[in-house]
């Protein structure tokens, strides 16, 4: 139902061709950071969804083809990157949060 | 209710972790972020094992409950406060149903688990155990769940607030962009609903907007007439509801928890859809 999906970054089991999937690693001082929000924003700035680093820093979202932003927040630092998802793809981006 | 009554801050429950008749519970859509770390003393609630009936879609029944806040430790004259991951979603669910039974004294922890996390305050993997309670619950207060034939019923005549993403809204998407999206259902929204994301209620690090804030937010809603909010699954307008409920004290609001997995399977409702 609305488990969050496991934060590795396998694909298997999903139908890639139909997603347009937007992951990655968020970072500090170059070391995965577990236990941070990643917060995804549509092109309007409108909130679409949150998840929480895995164990590996890992994240991942199902979006749309389209412009988004990802809003990375640990404690004392919020971090925006801009991203674009692709259908059939999985876009990978690295968030460094600053120590 | 207001927010003095339902609202709590995490300098209050750090004040009343000894309090032997605060109980914290915490509910995740992440059933095992709390064997990560808990707030001490805090006893786990698994929304989907332990809330929702075992076979069938509907929820544990009145007897299913009372056995199973007595298993927690939970008493009738216990101060509940519930927390969670994704901005208290499932907590706010779980306000909801403890509502429904009946619970005297429930209230959310402002910003949930992630505030807490982010402000650097201590979790533990401690095990947490209570002495087993013998709790009594109420019938369920249906003034506060909607049912589909109801949620029909209101098109054009209540007010009907989707909290989904645009996205969802719109139908461009059918769940919240971290699920995969492959689902039974079409896509849209109910005919005459408006389109308020949950997601406005809440700052980023997760606690509610101010009550100016709130009622600005909500202005679309005609205060006069009854109100019924709906997302996915239930939960994230359970986290509306508590907002226009609890927070605001509008009376007569309804949390369509069948929401949108149950209106768009349905055969021969009218559904709108804009892309």
């Given at each position: 139902m609305c488990g969050a999906p496991a934060q590795e970054l396998s694909l298997e089991g999903?139908?890639?061709?139909?997603?347009?999937?937007?992951?990655?690693?968020?970072?500090?001082?170059?070391?995965?950071?577990?236990?941070?929000?990643?917060?995804?924003?549509?092109?309007?700035?409108?909130?679409?969804?949150?998840?929480?680093?895995?164990?590996?820093?890992?994240?991942?979202?199902?979006?749309?083809p389209g412009e988004w932003t990802l809003r990375t927040l640990a404690p004392g630092a919020s971090v925006d990157t801009s991203v674009t998802a692709v259908q059939g793809e999985a876009v990978n981006a690295t968030v460094e949060v600053p120590s | 209710m207001s927010r003095e009554n339902a609202l709590v801050d995490a300098d209050w429950v750090e004040a009343h972790l000894d309090d032997p008749k605060v109980v914290l519970v915490e509910v995740d859509e992440d059933v095992s972020a709390y064997d990560t770390g808990h707030i001490s003393g805090a006893v786990r609630l698994d929304w989907k094992t332990e809330l929702q009936a075992?076979?069938?879609?509907?929820?544990?029944?009145?007897?299913?409950?009372?056995?199973?806040?007595?298993?927690?430790?939970?008493?009738?004259?216990?101060?509940?406060?519930?927390?969670?991951?994704?901005?208290?979603?499932?907590?706010?669910?779980?306000?909801?149903?403890?509502?429904?039974y009946g619970h005297g004294d429930v209230k959310l922890l402002d910003g949930g688990r992630k505030k807490w996390e982010l402000d650097g305050r201590a979790l533990t993997t401690d095990e947490t155990s209570r002495e087993k309670t013998s709790y009594t619950a109420q019938g369920q207060d249906t003034s506060i769940r909607a049912f589909r034939d109801e949620t029909i019923a209101a098109i054009g005549s209540k007010n009907l607030v989707d909290v989904r993403s645009p996205d969802e809204f719109s139908g461009k998407i059918s769940a919240p962009a971290h699920l995969p999206q492959e689902q039974a259902q079409v896509n849209g929204h109910i005919p005459t609903a408006i389109n308020v994301p949950w997601s406005k209620a809440a700052n980023d690090d997760g606690t509610f907007r101010s009550d100016e804030e709130l009622r600005e937010l909500y202005k679309g809603l005609d205060t006069s007439k009854d109100t019924i909010a709906y997302c996915r699954i239930g939960e994230r307008s359970s986290h509306t509801w508590f907002a226009l409920h609890e927070l605001l004290g509008e009376k007569n609001v309804k949390n369509y928890d069948g929401s949108w997995t149950e209106y768009g399977s349905l055969v021969g409702v009218p559904v709108e859809k804009d892309v």
């Open positions: 999903i139908d890639v061709g139909k997603e347009s999937v937007v992951q990655g690693t968020v970072t500090k001082g170059g070391s995965p950071l577990p236990g941070a929000y990643v917060r995804l924003l549509d092109a309007t700035g409108e909130f679409t969804a949150e998840v929480v680093t895995s164990a590996t820093g890992n994240f991942r979202f199902f979006a749309a | 075992p076979v069938g879609r509907d929820f544990v029944n009145k007897q299913q409950f009372e056995e199973l806040l007595s298993q927690k430790g939970i008493s009738n004259d216990d101060t509940v406060v519930l927390y969670g991951g994704n901005n208290n979603w499932f907590a706010a669910y779980a306000y909801w149903y403890f509502k429904l």
